[in-house]
């Protein structure tokens, strides 16, 4: 396929995305129907549709439309290419600009704020409000793909074996600052799946800011038992049992969630119990709750735009369901832990202050926040402990 083929298939992709359609699906669908097209092409698609949601404001704005049209319009402006020479209408190219779309030329910089920084109109006071000065830089990160990066299983192998590992199978690393157990994927990311680090279980992939959270929790969990009560896929719980947890049950109410956890355990030699209905107490209990996604929007970009005012209030109070109900499971001396990978305050702070307003015999005994100007996701983490204990559970003990 052509680059002007791309572009064609793009459009489509994004009418159908924007029609309501999840974009995994969209694109799954487009690969099915079109079987010619090679991973080249389908790799190249794929990096156009989510260039354009990630950056879905500031392209109908320079593209002066939001559609499909509109927005590989404005990501070739933006880009330094003449849409003109792309729209062409020729072979597989898609059809010639109208006079309309010629004539739409808008600078990016006479945009406001929000529409510049590709963030919903509602909810960049909030944006401001939680990041101050930072906003910009970050929201402007968020407008470009997120870096790949692996957890070393420590388990198993270290930090220099494993990149040789990778190496072998030509996937350029380096460690990064923020973890000790994080490399950063250099080159050919997409044979991460396929390597022999991955498929023995060396490696696993996740962010390095959700593995700077877990590394903030290894000095309470090593050695004593462990409750990942938002399970989801696993990676917490996961890499909590690599770094020493005594034992680690994960549980989410949605338990199909945890379908690939005893598979990912099996290959990681690292034990993780999957339960729907937890039982006793524990020395840590992790509450990674359902939250707006605001910190890893460059991953999830459609996440940015189906986030509504009333969604984001309903996700704090499932916030502080979650919390009230899961501190019940936190040993005497324990900690309880309470992480979203949100940059608003009324999810991480405000929820963090409310806990502690309806349940006075906790206080908090830590906080961590993590930005993309970090290196990786927007990540927030609270620690509580009780306060009618005359001692929490110090790292180490």
């Given at each position: 396929?052509?680059?002007?083929?791309?572009?064609?298939a793009?459009?489509?992709?994004?009418?159908?995305?924007?029609e309501?359609?999840?974009?995994?699906?969209?694109?799954?669908?487009?690969?099915r129907?079109?079987?010619?097209?090679?991973?080249?092409?389908?790799?190249?698609?794929r990096d156009?549709?989510?260039?354009?949601?990630?950056?879905?404001?500031?392209?109908?704005?320079?593209?002066?439309?939001?559609?499909?049209?509109?927005?590989?319009?404005?990501?070739?402006r933006?880009?330094?290419i003449?849409?003109?020479?792309?729209?062409?209408?020729?072979?597989?190219?898609?059809?010639?600009?109208s006079?309309?779309?010629?004539?739409?030329?808008?600078?990016?910089?006479?945009?406001s704020?929000?529409?510049?920084?590709?963030?919903?109109?509602?909810?960049w006071?909030q944006?401001?409000?939680?990041?101050?000065?930072?906003?910009?830089?970050?929201?402007?990160?968020?407008?470009s793909?997120?870096?790949?990066?692996?957890?070393?299983?420590?388990?198993?192998?270290?930090l220099?074996?494993?990149?040789?590992?990778?190496?072998?199978?030509?996937?350029?690393?380096?460690?990064?600052?923020?973890?000790?157990t994080?490399?950063e994927?250099?080159?050919?990311?997409r044979?991460?799946?396929?390597?022999?680090?991955?498929?023995?279980?060396?490696?696993?992939?996740?962010?390095?800011?959700?593995?700077?959270?877990?590394?903030?929790?290894?000095?309470?969990?090593r050695?004593?038992?462990?409750l990942?009560y938002c399970?989801?896929?696993?990676?917490?719980?996961?890499?909590?049992?690599?770094?020493?947890?005594?034992?680690?049950?994960?549980?989410?109410?949605?338990v199909?969630?945890?379908?690939?956890?005893?598979?990912?355990?099996?290959?990681?030699?690292?034990?993780?119990?999957?339960?729907?209905?937890?039982?006793?107490?524990?020395?840590?209990?992790?509450?990674?709750?359902?939250?707006?996604?605001?910190?890893?929007?460059?991953?999830m970009p459609?996440?940015?735009?189906?986030?509504?005012?009333?969604?984001?209030?309903?996700?704090?109070?499932?916030?502080n369901?979650?919390?009230?109900?899961?501190?019940?499971?936190?040993?005497?001396?324990?900690?309880?832990?309470?992480s979203?990978?949100?940059?608003?305050?009324?999810?991480?702070?405000?929820?963090?202050?409310?806990?502690?307003?309806?349940?006075?015999?906790?206080?908090?005994?830590?906080?961590e926040?993590?930005t993309?100007?970090?290196?990786?996701?927007?990540?927030?983490?609270a620690?509580?402990?009780?306060?009618?204990?005359?001692?929490?559970?110090?790292?180490?003990?």
């Open positions: 396929m052509t680059p002007a083929a791309h572009v064609a793009t459009v489509a992709i994004l009418d159908a995305i924007l309501g359609a999840a974009s995994e699906f969209c694109l799954s669908r487009w690969a129907r079109n079987r010619f097209a090679g991973s080249h092409d389908r790799a190249a698609i156009l549709v989510f260039d354009a949601l990630r950056c879905r404001r500031s392209f109908a704005w320079i593209g002066g439309a939001n559609d499909g049209r509109g927005l590989m319009i404005g990501h070739l933006r880009s330094g003449d849409p003109a020479e792309v729209f062409t209408g020729t072979g597989y190219a898609p059809s010639p600009l006079e309309r779309e010629t004539r739409t030329v808008r600078r990016l910089e006479e945009a704020n929000a529409v510049r920084l590709d963030c919903p109109d509602w909810l006071p944006m401001v409000d939680s990041l101050g000065d930072d906003a910009e830089p970050i929201l402007a990160l968020m407008q793909r997120a870096p790949a990066f692996l957890r070393v299983n420590t388990a198993r192998i270290d220099p074996t494993a990149r040789r590992e990778l190496a072998s199978d030509g996937i350029e690393s380096d460690p990064h600052p923020l973890c000790g994080a490399l994927v250099k080159g050919n990311a044979r991460v799946r396929l390597s022999t680090a991955f498929r023995t279980g060396m490696v696993e992939l996740q962010d390095v800011a959700s593995q700077a959270v877990t590394e903030c929790l290894l000095p309470y969990a050695g004593r038992r462990v990942d399970a989801g896929g696993g990676g917490k719980a996961l890499a909590l049992a690599a770094g020493g947890a005594g034992s680690v049950t994960a549980h989410d109410v949605e199909s969630r945890m379908g690939d956890i005893p598979i990912r355990s099996k290959r990681a030699g690292t034990p993780v119990d999957v339960t729907d209905a937890p039982q006793g107490e524990f020395g840590i209990v992790l509450c990674d709750v359902p939250c707006s996604g605001t910190g890893a929007w460059r991953r459609e996440a940015k735009w189906a986030l509504t005012a009333d969604g984001l209030a309903e996700l704090c109070g499932l916030q369901a979650i919390l009230d109900k899961a501190n019940r499971f936190v040993a005497p001396g324990g900690v309880l832990a309470y979203t990978c949100s940059l608003l305050n009324i999810e991480n702070e405000d929820r963090a202050d409310a806990f502690l307003m309806r349940h006075g015999n906790w206080r908090q005994i830590g906080c926040r993590f993309p100007l970090d290196g990786g996701d927007g990540f927030f983490l620690l509580f402990g009780r306060n009618d204990e005359r001692q929490h559970l110090e790292p180490g003990t």
